[in-house]
């Protein structure tokens, strides 16, 4: 049981160039979202899916996009990367969207926009 | 929308010492309630959490934390911090019914010295 899993673990971009980090997890759960940490501000939510076909926005959506396309998986796209992005990226999921529910994280993605 | 406060952003403390981290949260409805742990280079792990019932949560580690809805507070304790706790601890809430999206404080960077 491998949990949530993300890749890269590391990246570095030049401004303007495009990539996907993938998360995949396998519980089974039905919900997945994805935060970026920052120094001194926490984790904040970018996108969340309740389930496949189904995403949403977060606190900080701008400059990413994401698709649920499968239970399994939920890759975030960097359409067009910016310094600002520089940040340690989580995907995380749970069960349903009951309240309360254990959310598991990934090990975290570092990212670093030049 | 919800937010969380973490009032200590650094503390150091010696092996044996007593721990109070203090969390305060802004949301008039119902939350659960959760603290989380990232060791240096790891991902976040799940300490405790509240939903409901006794106020008191116990965790892991020996870590606890008390709900005290009056003062919209969930302050994390533990009685003897050891080098191992050496960490920095988040504070998150979500609302009940609004699904697993969790807010969460900017988080306190613990040192415990030998």
């Known amino acids: 049981n491998a949990g949530v899993t993300q890749t890269p673990k590391f990246q570095v971009l030049k401004t303007g160039q495009s990539m996907t980090l993938q998360c995949a997890q396998d519980?089974?759960?039905?919900?997945m979202s994805w935060y970026r940490q920052d120094p001194g501000m926490g984790l904040r939510l970018i996108h969340y899916?309740?389930?496949?076909?189904?995403?949403d926005q977060g606190e900080v959506p701008n400059g990413y996009n994401v698709s649920r396309s499968t239970t399994e998986d939920f890759p975030l796209r960097l359409l067009s990367a910016a310094p600002s992005q520089t940040s340690v990226y989580f995907c995380a999921s749970s069960h349903t969207v009951s309240s309360g529910n254990t959310i598991y994280f990934g090990e975290g993605s570092w990212l670093t926009v030049v | 929308a919800q937010s969380v406060s973490q009032h200590n952003h650094h503390v150091i403390l010696s092996e044996a010492a007593s721990l109070e981290l203090g969390c305060n949260y802004s949301?008039?409805?119902?939350?659960?309630l959760f603290w989380y742990v990232q060791y240096p280079g790891q991902h976040l792990q799940l300490l405790l959490k509240?939903?409901?019932?006794?106020?008191l949560v116990k965790g892991i580690k020996g870590f606890e934390a008390e709900f005290i809805k009056s003062k919209f507070s969930f302050n994390l304790r533990k009685p003897s911090v050891q080098w191992s706790d050496t960490a920095e601890y988040f504070c998150a809430v979500s609302r009940t019914g609004g699904g697993n999206k969790l807010t969460f404080g900017t988080g306190t960077q613990l040192k415990v010295e030998l």
């Open positions: 509240y939903f409901s019932g006794d106020p």
């Open positions: 899916s309740v389930g496949a076909g189904i995403t």
């Open positions: 949301y008039g409805g119902t939350v659960n």
């Open positions: 519980m089974n759960h039905e919900y």
